[in-house]
């Protein structure tokens, strides 16, 4: 679909006034087709480097993935192990293979959050500019996100003023506005776009279509719909058991993280309020999305990341509890040993390691 028109980098009469090869071109983003064109200029034809993308995506995400979880604090050992996981779900699925400017969202998304969490300024002004540039709807997301990220209830001050807050926040709403431009003054010959009256009289759009989006009463289903639904199509309807689990599993690791933040007693505890604050944002657009349906696309596009969300931060959780339960077993062996008592005596000290963290055993020298 996207690739159909990019023969046009060596003929720009080619398939001329063909409508499909139009729309896929007035549709695909400025950041996304200039790799395209830059392979191109390299010798690489659209067909092979749609090829091989996927295998130069998947570096540095895993590269973002394992820096953000660790700016979460999560110990080295669970941020590989959760990063694994998240790489194994995205290489299984269509998403980074699609060889479409969804492939991209990923990595960027990534950057942004990391750079949010550091307070890179650069980072995250660049990775909303790209990401702007390859998937709009996800830039909106991620800006509102760092919007919020001013809003600090666990610190005295619940409103983040400082310089480099808002050095942030404003850079990156230039870069925001930079990267969406093209798309807000272009001309697009198949505009208007439709209303929701005319998509009840499209069969693609019907039970069975496509792109389904209307049950067979007319109705939408926001929660359990690979177009317009919080889970995609992990489950069938509102009465599904399993809407119970994916709940949990998907929202409970953001909400943790956030709480943790209101915890001064443990400061090694991970904790971070950007999950949640990226869940709140997607919910708000996805919302306008659906009070203002296809003016804005559908509200699936800003719920995307919800896909690979638990592995940041549910999972991880998870992976945490464990490692601790662990460390418990190996602290109540220790102190029923002989000559050992809570892990140490004061003396020479050796050390074990487990899943990042460090027990240390002191020996008693008679």
Known sequence: MFLSWMGRFGDANLLKGDLIADYWSSVSPWFYSGIFRLAWLTGIEPVMFVKIMP?????????????????????????????????????RGDLVTSGTPRALWPIFTLVVVDGLSRKRIWQTAVGQLLLAGSYPQMALVTSGM???????????????????????????????????????????????TMTLAEARQIPTFQTGGRG?????????????SPRTGI???KCDDLGD???????VWYFSGPVLLFLALFNRRSSARAR????????????????????????LHIPSRY???????PYLSTLPLVLGWISQSLLADCFEELAAVKGFNDCGFRGHSGRRHLFGRRCEIEVQHS
């Open 55 to 91: 295998a130069m995506l998947y570096p540095p995400m895993a590269f973002f993935a394992y820096r953000l979880l660790r700016s979460f604090r999560f110990e080295p050992i669970i941020a590989f192990i959760a990063t694994a996981f998240m790489l194994h779900i995205l290489i």
């Open 146 to 192: 760092i919007g919020l990220s001013t809003f600090t209830p666990w610190h005295s001050h619940w409103i983040d003023f400082s310089r480099r807050r808002i050095t942030i926040i404003v850079i990156a709403a230039v870069a925001t506005l930079v990267g969406i431009f093209p798309f807000a003054t272009g001309t697009n010959e198949f505009s208007p």
């Open 212 to 224: 389904q989006i209307f049950n067979e009463d007319g109705s939408i289903n926001f929660v359990c």
């Open 231 to 233: 889970f995609f199509d």
């Open 241 to 247: 058991p399993k809407i119970i689990w994916l709940t």
């Open 272 to 295: 971070s309020a950007l999950p949640l604050l990226l869940v709140t944002s997607s919910f708000a657009f996805a919302a306008v999305a659906a009070l203002t349906m296809f003016k």
């Open 303 to 309: 719920m995307s990341f919800f896909s690979l969300l």
